[in-house]
């Protein structure tokens, strides 16, 4: 399953800051911009400069501290964030960017404080409830989740994204039906958010329903060939093709020629491509952020699994589907997968929860 993050930026400098000059004018403007390396640059030209306000000085604070968190430098960004919340304390885009900071880390019960401070000064801020959500769904606390992304579907009802994830933490509890619904209605208000047609194809997938996940699968490929859903979805059709007999090599090519393959989950289609073994998958898995380790390695075990049994490797397979049975978190689409697997191979019904 996959989830949608996006950085709210909430809020902006402007005319509250005078503008003393085209250097200053260029760094006020560069401190507001989308890029993060502009957005650095300006915002510590304007700090080093010391002309602002108290407030003022923790709006540049706060801005340079979006720019490192979007360059991935989530160290930094707390910073900032510290020393905009020690200038400006009322202010809760600060603490949904500290939030968001250390969710990135790994930090999930640090976030999910920052998220409950912004939302005690701010008890609308949808973006502060949907992240808490993503939050409570890192730590598996799925029904925690449900009701944060109530409330944001709540104060936004037109947002994709919202149902979206709600979708994912309703199929980590095994409600497949829920997630389907969820999935629909994201479709419905955003046609082309691959993302939902992959995790409702994920959520067939895990009802049997093969003809349904080929179609979404299908889809995600074909609409977004070089994106991180195409290659999740490249992945799940192989297993439904060479479980069906089918050969899906041009496929997996077409995919492969577009996409980055150094990310996850890349590793995994050079393995169905021959490009890699399974204790290369199984490395690379367990490297990059620590945050998203737990669902690599699970879709690891799974897809190496399934490939040990192409291999006729009943042994390695059982082992590496086994591990994705206990290390996966429960109702995910590979967890689901691989108990179908075990079940279909033999290992009692018992056993395989």
């Known amino acids: 399953m996959i989830r949608k993050s996006a950085l709210c930026t909430c809020l902006f400098l402007g005319a509250t800051i005078a503008a003393l000059g085209q250097s200053r004018q260029e760094n006020l403007s560069n401190c507001q911009s989308a890029d993060p390396d502009a957005k650095i640059t300006g915002c510590s030209a304007l700090l080093k400069a010391d002309q602002d306000t108290t407030k003022n000085r923790a709006v540049i604070y706060g801005s340079r501290g979006v720019g490192y968190y979007s360059k991935g430098d989530y160290d930094r960004a707390i910073q900032d964030t510290d020393q905009a919340i020690l200038l400006n304390p009322d202010e809760p885009s600060f603490y949904y960017t500290r939030g968001l900071a250390y969710k990135r880390k790994g930090d999930f019960d640090h976030a999910i404080q920052e998220f409950n401070e912004a939302i005690r000064l701010n008890p609308n801020f949808e973006r502060a409830y949907y992240d808490r959500g993503n ?90 060939p070089s994106s991180s859903a195409a290659v999740s979805a490249a992945l799940l059709l192989h297993v439904v093709m060479k479980r069906q007999g089918h050969d899906d090599a041009q496929q997996l090519a077409r995919v492969a020629a577009v996409a980055d393959l150094s990310k996850w989950p890349g590793p995994v289609l050079k393995l169905d491509l021959g490009q890699a ?65 075990l079940k279909r191979l033999g290992v009692p019904a018992a056993l395989a929860k």
């Not at 389907?180 to 994920?202: M, P, V």
């Not at 490297?287 to 049994?309: H, R």
């Not at 291999?311 to 109702?331: E, I, N, V």
Request: proline letters at 1%; glycine letters at 6%; charged letters at 20%.
């Open 135 to 224: 939050a409570y769904i890192d730590k598996e606390e799925y029904d925690r989740a449900i009701q944060d992304l109530n409330e944001a579907i709540r104060l936004n009802p037109n947002n994709a994204n919202n149902y979206n994830n709600r979708g994912v933490a309703y199929m980590s509890k095994g409600d497949y039906g829920a997630a389907i619904k969820d999935d629909n209605q994201a479709i419905h208000l955003n046609s082309n958010d691959t993302t939902a047609y992959l995790n409702r194809g994920g959520a067939y997938f895990a009802q049997s329903n093969l003809t349904a996940a080929i179609a979404d699968f299908e889809y995600t490929i074909s609409t977004a």
């Open 277 to 341: 073994t399974a204790n290369e998958v199984m490395v690379a898995a367990a490297s990059g952020v620590s945050a998203w380790q737990k669902w690599q390695v699970c879709e690891a075990n799974y897809f190496t699994g399934e490939d040990a049994l192409l291999h006729h490797q009943r042994t390695t397979a059982l082992a590496r589907l086994k591990a994705a049975r206990d290390g996966c978190p429960k109702g995910d689409t590979d967890y689901a997968a691989a108990l179908a697997e």
